[in-house]
């Protein structure tokens, strides 16, 4: 870790996990990245799909023609007023929907990108991918911009990968 490869970080779920991550401005230095099968269908799951997952889905929507959606385990009422604030301040069309059960949503082709350690944790999420987002829900428009910033980083470089 030393070499800036890998970053970790306990889980915001259960908090006994502990999550690595792959830098991947680091690792593209080296020369590692390379193409991947292109899905049908990009699905961003977090919990309550009032946050993290509807930013990921509209930041994908920006830069490929892959379709996204998004959804969550255990759907708020409605997309969280920090999401949409966040949305504004960065100029990204946020459509506003009401939150889905992934259950709902999920089909067998989809990629499936869990964004927060809580989905990633419940067994019945199939994440093929997980971003480990740390949850901006009451934390401040900061947070929201955090998220938001980190969620842009990784869906363009999640883009990157697919053939064209």
Known sequence: MSAGVVSRHRSEG????TYLHLEQDTLESLGTASPVAV???VLFVCTGNSARSHLAAAL???VSTIP???AGTHPADRINP?????AARHHLDLPIVEPARMDDVLAP????VTVCDRAHETAKVPGELHWS???PVDKGPE???AAYLELERRVRALASRFDS
């Open 14 to 17: 259960d908090g006994r996990r």
């Open 39 to 41: 899905p049908r269908r």
């Open 60 to 62: 994908w929507r920006q």
């Open 68 to 70: 996204a959606a998004s």
């Open 82 to 86: 920090g999401t949409v604030d966040a």
């Open 109 to 112: 082709e989809d990629l499936v």
């Open 133 to 135: 987002i740390p949850d």
């Open 143 to 145: 947070a929201f911009d």
